[in-house]
């Protein structure tokens, strides 16, 4: 088991904060139009990037497994998440897409099986996908 934690402190500049975890710090914030200063992505772009992050590091994980032969040549990964507003003007992230571009070393059959364990393997997308809809088109 790991343990994780950000410290965020709200910076009382339009909508910035301040998240610090060990010794990286990052700054989110809304766009203007919703009275941030556009200084840092906002949470969801955040969250979307977790996604992304977490498979790549799914694949990597893999791929640096004692006696691994695969090869990455090519993996990129573009989320897409759509947001639901309700009455309340409370919202939530109803649907997420993963385009998905995986080439390696392998041939088709091993690559699609490599890129379904890279899935399987993702903590952020077994975090998310009982509450949120996600939808994944590899290529």
Known sequence: MAVYTVHTTYRNIGSQTMNRVGDHQFIADEPTIFLGTDAGPNPVS???????????????????????????KKFEVEVTGETERFADKSSRVAKIHVKLTCETNLNPAENQKFIEETIHLCTVHNTLKDAVEFSFEIN
């Open 46 to 72: 955040y969250l979307l990037g977790a996604v992304g992050a977490c498979l790549g590091a799914s694949a990597a994980s893999i791929v640096h497994r004692p006696k691994s032969t695969v090869k990455i």
